[in-house]
């Protein structure tokens, strides 16, 4: 089973990200995969520097990240990939985690934020494959169901 990678999000998904209530407070799961070597385009201020994928993400992560504060994020979860227990055998995943936003406009206004469109150059950078799921937080400890 082939399994086709996604960096950005396609139209049709991004269109049903903004259908949804921009006003109430979202967790965001982001599962990320890095490149060996990071690729940036020709004329890059890192390009040719010869950074690894993951190098290239915490670039994203250091450069995006006041931004992200800025708005109001936060990250409530963070881990490392051990093994896929339910979904497509052979996608391994190096990283993963929540970030909470106050609502989806701070996710618009990060995104959407002229400081931010050149530092998402690092995590395209980075990436051969990632997920971003967006989720409306529930109770914590509830239990199943």
Same mark, same amino acid.
């Given at each position: 089973?082939?399994?086709?990678?996604? &960096?950005?999000?396609?139209?049709?998904? /991004?269109?049903?990200?903004?259908?949804?209530?921009?006003?109430?407070?979202?967790?965001?799961?982001?599962?990320?995969?890095?490149?060996?070597? *990071?690729?940036?385009?020709?004329?890059?201020?890192?390009?040719?520097?010869? /950074?690894?994928?993951?190098?290239?993400?915490?670039?994203?992560?250091?450069?995006?990240?006041?931004?992200?504060?800025? #708005?109001?994020?936060?990250? #409530?979860?963070?881990?490392?990939?051990?093994?896929?227990?339910?979904?497509?055998?052979?996608?391994?995943?190096?990283?993963?985690?929540? *970030?909470?936003?106050?609502?989806?406009?701070?996710?618009?206004?990060?995104?959407?934020? *002229?400081?931010?469109?050149?530092?998402?150059?690092?995590?395209?950078?980075?990436?051969?494959?990632?997920?971003? &799921?967006?989720?409306?937080?529930?109770?914590?400890? *509830?239990?199943?169901?």
């Amino acid at each position: 089973m082939e399994i086709t990678p996604h &960096i950005d999000p396609s139209a049709n998904n /991004w269109q049903a990200f903004k259908d949804l209530p921009r006003y109430e407070p979202i967790h965001m799961l982001n599962l990320l995969l890095y490149r060996d070597e *990071a690729e940036y385009p020709d004329g890059h201020e890192h390009a040719g520097k010869g /950074w690894s994928g993951r190098r290239a993400y915490e670039e994203y992560g250091k450069t995006s990240g006041p931004i992200f504060r800025r #708005v109001g994020g936060e990250i #409530v979860w963070r881990g490392a990939f051990q093994t896929m227990v339910t979904g497509p055998e052979g996608r391994p995943w190096h990283d993963g985690f929540v *970030a909470q936003y106050p609502n989806a406009g701070a996710f618009f206004e990060m995104v959407s934020d *002229a400081d931010y469109q050149l530092a998402v150059v690092n995590r395209t950078a980075a990436l051969v494959d990632s997920r971003l &799921i967006r989720f409306k937080p529930g109770e914590v400890g *509830a239990g199943f169901g």
